[in-house]
């Protein structure tokens, strides 16, 4: 019995023939019937490379700049945990609250640029501090708001190319700015009515990663009269 058959044309025809006088109707590895093996091949080039971004980055921090930023980056890391939970809220709200409805490789790549921003932010709000002669926090709150622009802007724009969606980026960034910016000032607040640096720690992640919870207005300049992508 010939068992053997070609990969990329059963991906393409959605149907698997064994020659035993049935035949198997299937999915392989979520690539929908009528798509090319090649989608499947590049769909599993992207998620390696997130995959191998969320370990080799921390494992860079702490070899080529010492643990200091290594735990740094593994603490910011913790965006891509509000990134899942916000991919629920939102999905739940919508009426999906299965919890397979999460995207792992959208949380993974947020955990990736985290752990980029996340140790950079203090520095440079000092240097900003130092620069133009202001406080601490006030550096601190320009810091956070530009890079959570900027981490905003970038996991829309991957997202948008990963699952092929037209999310309007420049949004994100706008909400990176205001709840990037919101979060070290409202934490500072609470750091001199309770004292806590925890709980103003707290606050200040909560609020940072607010937008995770936020959705995200289509780009209509990516989209023609008919309703397709241009």
Known sequence: MNIAFNRAQDLASGRANYNTGASSAFTVQGIAPGQSYATYEQQNQKNFLVLAGTAALPAGGYGLVGPAVGDAM????????????????????????????????????AVNTAMVAGPIVGPVGSQISSI???????????????????????????NNVYGERNDNAWASAGYGVVFGGAGPAIGAGMLRWDGSPLNASYLNNIISNFPSFLPVSSDLSGVDSKGGVK
């Open 74 to 109: 593994l603490i910011s890391g913790g965006g891509g945990g509000f990134d899942a939970v916000g991919q629920y809220a939102q999905n739940c709200a919508q009426g999906n609250c299965k919890v397979s409805s999460i995207n792992p490789v959208q949380s993974l790549f």
């Open 132 to 158: 133009f002669r202001m406080s601490n926090s006030a550096g601190a709150t320009m810091s956070s708001g530009f890079f959570g622009a900027g981490v905003g802007y970038v996991n829309t724009s991957f």
